[in-house]
T-cell receptor
Framework: KQEVTQIPAALSVPEGENLVLNCSFTDSAIYNLQWFRQDPGKGLTSLLLIQSSQREQTSGRLNASLDKSSGRSTLYIAASQPGDSATYLCAVITGTASKLTFGTGTRLQVTL | GAVVSQHPSRVICKSGTSVKIECRSLDFQATTMFWYRQFPKQSLMLMATSNEGSKATYEQGVEKDKFLINHASLTLSTLTVTSAHPEDSSFYIC????????????FGNGTRLTVT
């Protein structure tokens, strides 16, 4: 059974800092990995999707890497802003049923 | 980009009543939609996979008679919480995938259900 863990569970940084969020998964036979953002009481916004054959994806200030063999992914946020404050979730698809297994999330707060 | 619309965003109902939540893919067709449940400060848990034109596939521990799923068209899936109880109070989110399983999943904004 796939298990996805995110470290740290919570993170508070001052504005402008670069930061890294970590995601690990137990079954390396994934099809892809997706990073999401969730604002309090809201749905999910897809940030980046990395296919299993890819090693990284970039979108603006966000960069996600994938090391499938070691079961790890990182989300790098450059020059953090207060608007980046949210919960960040990683999720992997394993198997043919397209089921997404979510991590436990990292609650990020960027302070002024 | 692909948009998934979920309605209602918030609902309060009395114990014993049923509540229907709709999930629509607005600009793409989705043969498969997924329903998730999220308790406070916890991650999302997959409840069931909704397949257009066939029965939904439920995850272990999810009561199919309590959480009725109907996927009548390529753009609409509904989740009905029957005979709701306070312990059913939760945040329910649907998602759908555009053509090709390699495409990202798009999520609705969720429905906050409170059963009193």
């Amino acid at each position: 059974k796939q298990e996805v863990t995110q470290i740290p569970a919570a993170l508070s940084v001052p504005e402008g800092e670069n930061l890294v969020l970590n995601c690990s998964f137990t079954d390396s036979a994934i099809y892809n990995l997706q990073w999401f953002r969730q604002d309090p009481g809201k749905g999910l916004t897809s940030l980046l999707l990395i296919q299993s054959s890819q090693r990284e994806q970039t979108s603006g200030r966000l960069n996600a890497s994938l090391d499938k063999s070691s079961g790890r992914s990182t989300l790098y946020i450059a020059a953090s802003q207060p608007g980046d404050s949210a919960t960040y979730l990683c999720a992997v698809i394993t198997g043919t049923a397209s089921k997404l297994t979510f991590g436990t999330g990292t609650r990020l707060q960027v302070t002024l | 980009g692909a948009v998934v619309s979920q309605h209602p965003s918030r609902v309060i109902c009395k114990s014993g009543t049923s509540v229907k939540i709709e999930c629509r893919s607005l600009d793409f067709q989705a043969t498969t939609m997924f329903w998730y449940r999220q308790f406070p400060k916890q991650s999302l848990m997959l409840m069931a996979t909704s397949n257009e034109g066939s029965k939904a596939t439920y995850e272990q521990g999810v009561e199919k008679d309590k959480f009725l799923i109907n996927h009548a068209s390529l753009t609409l899936s509904t989740l009905t919480v029957t005979s709701a109880h306070p312990e059913d109070s939760s945040f329910y989110i649907c998602s759908a995938r555009d053509i090709g399983w390699g495409s990202p999943l798009h999520f609705g904004n969720g429905t906050r259900l409170t059963v009193t």
